[in-house]
């Protein structure tokens, strides 16, 4: 027999629902093509869950999906039994004195758990008996209401408080759960007291944080795809309510640009930035694909669509990999579209700059980092930069590690300062600044102010970096300040093992020369004797400065595209 348990909850939130027939949770599906391989491929993977056999990460919001887009019950009745499995293993925990999976991870799940159960209660209502009504309604509301007070989070009637990681950071991935969970629910419930939660608190907090976002994500380009969620949720808040928050400030259409600007030329890759938790080295997934998908969708920008468009069909990526992906391949790619005009692209917000000599798939590509160090994916990687053609030529070790987290300041390619041995780490919270000039053809000199970055240990009293990226090479200047206990070595990593001859080294089809000091010495170190967590990878250790380096990187593959200017005043 079944445990029915009362979830207890605030007087001020407990409110009658309108239990409607009518949606109010809205999702135009009028885009989707019944006739195309995406949507066979999507209803497939659904009638095999409807026939027993569901494959990995099958979810009740596949299922109502199709019911919404056929009418068919089957499809229904599949969600509404996923939906009261899902509730029934919540009460069955709450009646042990547990929290419910929802709760996991300082509810991450929240939105994919709360997401299912919504649009199953609004969409499939016909299906529901009163009781599933209640005790779903009951349980929704609980999850939201504990997500946004932590202190006083509870289930069953027992305490059950938890950190309240992120419930005021619309700059983090767990924060587009947290809305997705509140959204859907208080559309599905037509719930007016977390409509004005949301629209007075929430969603304020998170269209004001944009506004000043110009394109990305601080988190980097692992955790940055958590924008395909955010993306969807203004999706549906427009589909739902009228309300546009997608161009209600210019992120979304400048995520177009910045996705394709961090997408290496071969078109299979993306920029190393931050953690790169799920796979270490970033290469392009459906996740991508749906970011972009979703944002191609959204924006009003005729320019930026065609880039989205063009970006999507040119990736590696041309149909989702992986089932529970498949609903996100109905919207539609577009066709034909231009690559961006522009060759050189800096996001302030986030801190980068790119630059590449062309959009062919072999140009030569720069990444350069200086700016916000606020957010906990972030890494210490103010003033490095990396080198793309054909394949990585200097990049973060981080990629080549089997957990795809090493954040400190030994795995970039920076000055690395210690003091009596130990590294002088670059300090969270920190702002660092540049300044750039685009020249003809990808060219690009940046100046970075990289002082911030040690929040003013008296250790490293200046660092400046200046970058000139011209004539199919990368001239990068250091000059800096220490105190008299303090080193700085210029380090590069690379993913081959380098030979070095004098102030040359080689390492695959980059060569690096340094200039100053001329009595510089230079080391290699093989990291999978450092650390178990590297499979691979050698760092060139360049030592020997006294306030200043001076060093040339190159590669030696030619691409007919090298037309930069001569330099820069």
């Known amino acids: 027999m079944r445990t029915v348990l009362r979830f207890v909850l605030p007087l001020l939130l407990v409110v009658a629902s309108a239990n ?48 919404r887009i056929t009418g ?36 991450l799940y929240v939105g994919d758990l709360i997401g299912d159960l919504a649009i199953t209660y609004d969409w499939c209502s016909s299906f529901l008996t009163a009781d599933q009504r209640t005790r779903w309604a009951g349980y929704a509301e609980q999850a939201v209401f504990n997500v946004w007070n932590p202190d ?9 408080p938890w950190s309240g990681w992120s419930i005021d950071d619309p700059a983090n991935n767990y924060y587009y759960s947290f809305l997705q969970a509140t959204m859907f629910w208080s559309l599905a419930d037509d719930n007016q007291p977390w409509m004005d939660f949301l629209n007075t608190v929430k969603i304020p907090l998170l269209t004001s944080y944009f506004a000043g976002i110009d394109g990305g994500s601080q988190e980097g380009t692992g955790y940055g795809l958590s924008h395909k969620r955010l993306f969807y949720l203004y999706r549906v808040w427009r589909d739902s309510t009228g309300v546009d928050l997608a161009n209600e400030n210019d992120h979304l259409t400048d995520s177009i640009a910045w996705w394709a600007n961090a997408t290496m030329p071969t078109l299979d890759r993306t920029a190393a930035i931050g953690d790169q938790a799920r796979v270490s080295e970033p290469v392009i997934y459906d996740y991508h694909r749906e970011l972009m998908l979703e944002a191609h969708r959204m924006t009003l920008d005729a320019a930026a669509q065609s880039v989205a468009s063009w970006w999507l069909n040119s990736i590696s990526v041309q149909q989702m990999q992986s089932g529970f992906n498949f609903r996100e ?9 231009s690559p961006p005009a522009d060759l050189v692209y800096h996001a302030a917000a986030t801190g980068h700059l790119f630059a590449r000599n062309s959009w062919n798939t072999n140009a030569l590509w720069l990444e350069f980092d200086a700016g916000p160090y606020v957010e906990s994916h972030a890494h210490q990687d103010q003033g490095s930069f990396t080198l793309y053609q054909n394949t990585w ?42 300044t750039y000039t685009p020249g003809a053809g990808g060219s690009v000199h940046a100046v970075a102010d990289l002082t911030p970055a040690y ?19 990368l001239t990068v200047h250091d000059t800096y300040s220490t105190d008299a206990n303090t080193a700085a070595t210029f380090q590069i990593d690379v993913p081959v093992q380098p030979t070095i001859n004098g102030l040359t080294a080689t390492a695959g089809n980059l060569v690096i020369t340094v200039i100053s000091p001329a009595n510089a010495t230079l080391h290699a170190i093989d ?31 030619q691409t007919g595209d090298e037309i930069f200017a001569d330099g820069f005043d």
Do not use: C, K
């Open 20 to 67: 409607s027939a009518d949606a109010a949770l809205t999702i135009d599906l009028s885009y989707v093509d019944q006739q195309s391989p995406q949507y066979q491929r999507f209803r497939d993977w659904v009638d095999q869950a409807v026939d027993g056999n569901p494959d990995y990460g099958f979810s009740a919001t596949d299922a109502a999906y199709m019911y």
């Open 72 to 107: 068919q019950p089957q499809y229904a009745t599949l969600a509404v039994q996923m939906v009261d499995d899902q509730v029934t293993a919540a009460e069955s925990a709450i009646a042990l004195g547990q929290a419910p999976d929802v709760a996991d991870d300082s509810y």
């Open 152 to 160: 006083q989070a509870q289930w069953g009637g027992q305490s059950f």
């Open 329 to 337: 391949d109905l919207l539609p790619a577009g066709s034909g579209g």
């Open 393 to 434: 030529l200097a990049v973060t070790e981080n990629i080549w590690s089997h957990s795809g987290i090493q954040q400190g300041t030994d795995v970039h390619n920076v000055l690395r300062f210690e003091q009596n041995g130990n590294i002088i780490p670059q300090i969270a919270g920190t702002v660092s600044t540049m």
């Open 455 to 473: 929040d003013g240990n008296a250790a490293v009293s200046s660092w400046t970096r200046t970058v000139d990226f011209a004539a199919g090479s």
């Open 527 to 557: 990291w999978t004797t450092v650390d178990s967590d590297f499979n691979s990878g050698w760092r060139i250790d360049v030592s020997g400065g006294s306030g200043d380096y001076v060093v040339v990187l190159g590669s030696t593959v």
